[in-house]
């Protein structure tokens, strides 16, 4: 399981909107201050939850399921690594110059990364977010 700590925005019915840091490694790091790569980034997402009683501004454990993160990754990194693999061969068998299967492939994935932005709800309307209340 994928557990992350999250601050709830809002809540409408059962569902929250919560808020997720996402640091990198560097952002924890004791000598951040002093260097260009800390990278912190603030996710929003919504999650079903039950009537625990939340309240607005109170930290929870958002949690996925290790099964979605593969997903996610796939979609992410795998498919899109596929297709610039496979257009290159195809690329090469057709006789093209180096550069033009590399841009044909890079196009390529450019429209793969925009098909999934526009109409990738599907997708990520399987992706269930749990939260549970921290216990001190």
């Known amino acids: 399981m994928i557990?992350?700590?999250?601050?709830?925005?809002?809540?409408?019915?059962?569902?929250?909107?919560?808020?997720?840091?996402?640091?990198?490694?560097?952002?924890?790091?004791?000598a951040k201050g002093a260097c260009t790569s800390a990278d912190v980034q603030e996710r929003h997402i919504?999650?079903?939850?039950d009537d625990q009683g939340y309240k607005v501004g109170e930290e929870v454990l958002v949690n996925l399921r290790t099964q979605q993160g593969y997903k996610a990754v796939l979609v992410a990194y795998i498919i899109p690594f596929i297709i610039i693999l496979i257009t290159l061969i195809i690329g090469d068998q057709m006789g093209l110059e180096e550069w033009k299967s590399g841009i044909a492939s890079l196009l390529i994935t450019v429209i793969y990364f925009f098909y999934?932005?526009?109409?990738?709800?599907?997708?990520?309307?399987?992706?269930?977010?749990?939260?549970?209340?921290?216990?001190?």
């Open 46 to 49: 919504t999650a079903t939850i």
């Open 116 to 136: 999934i932005k526009f109409y990738g709800n599907k997708y990520t309307n399987t992706m269930t977010f749990e939260i549970k209340k921290i216990t001190n």
């Open 3 to 30: 557990e992350h700590t999250g601050k709830i925005l809002s809540i409408e019915k059962n569902i929250a909107r919560i808020s997720l840091q996402q640091t990198s490694a560097c952002a924890s790091c004791h």
